[in-house]
């Protein structure tokens, strides 16, 4: 079954399985009852990344609290996207909308990498997270993704597994469409890195250029915010590799 753009969705941090109840959240519960008006016996989507979508009814169990009472599986759970998103964290408004965006674009994997010219040198975990699932029941995705500690640079490239191809987002490349340099990359694992707001070193550049498995894409002739790249380089990494291109 195709996603159902009209209904409402809801991740969930259990398991599902067909009749057995869950009890909303409060916050669940509030949304459902007092913000959506729902009857007894209305209907939501829910997934909990590992089960799939499931269609549940809305079972009132007090003023305040209700139940979820999955009826049916409405889509099967996909494999977990294996698109690699490494960047710079940003100030926190800006970091929220990059995370959204990039768990819409079919990250699979959030590795946030300090760099020297990165401002921001920590991120909130429980607020990433939260980005993401909201990203997911918007969007009719099914799966969240992993999200790992911050890296310095040099750090994560000393163990980088050569056989994923990183793809860098480099204001100093020579210029040239980004769909030209990565049809030239094998099929194969994917990662894409978006430097911090101040773009990286001269250091961290050659760094980057002198391994193997970096190609190097230029987004063209005017200077993009972080979070603006973010959008611009997943959208040309899904349609010359990605999901634009099966």
């Not at 920590?122 to 029941?137: L, Q």
Request: charged letters at 20%; proline letters at 5%; glycine letters at 6%.
């Amino acid at each position: 079954m195709t996603f159902d753009h009209s209904a409402q969705r809801l991740f969930m941090e259990c398991r599902i399985a067909h009749n057995v109840a869950i009890n909303a959240s409060r916050e669940q519960a509030n949304y459902l009852l007092n913000v959506l008006r729902m009857k007894d016996g209305a209907t939501v989507l829910i997934f909990n990344g590992i089960d799939g979508e499931w269609l549940a009814q809305v079972k009132h169990s007090g003023r305040k609290a209700c139940d979820l009472l999955p009826i049916e599986q409405t889509r099967g759970q996909p494999e977990p996207y294996d698109l690699q998103y490494v960047f710079a964290p940003l100030k926190q408004a800006r970091l929220d909308y990059m995370i959204q965006k990039a768990v819409e674009m079919g990250a699979g994997v959030l590795q946030p990498v300090l760099t020297q010219y990165t401002q921001i040198r920590s991120v909130n975990p429980k607020r990433m997270r939260a980005n993401a699932i909201e990203a997911a029941e918007q969007c009719g995705i099914l799966q969240l993704p992993q999200l790992r500690s911050p890296e310095k640079l040099e750090t994560l490239l000393s163990s980088w597994n050569g056989e994923r191809r990183l793809v860098f987002c480099d204001e100093g490349a020579e210029f040239e469409s980004p769909i030209t340099a990565l049809a030239k990359i094998d099929d194969g694992k994917l990662a894409i890195l978006v430097g911090p707001e101040g773009g990286f070193s001269p250091e961290e550049r050659e760094l980057l250029v002198s391994r193997p498995y970096v190609t190097a894409i230029s987004l063209g002739p005017r200077v993009l915010r972080a979070d603006t790249a973010a959008v611009a380089a997943l959208a040309v990494l899904q349609a010359a590799t990605g999901d634009w291109n099966q």
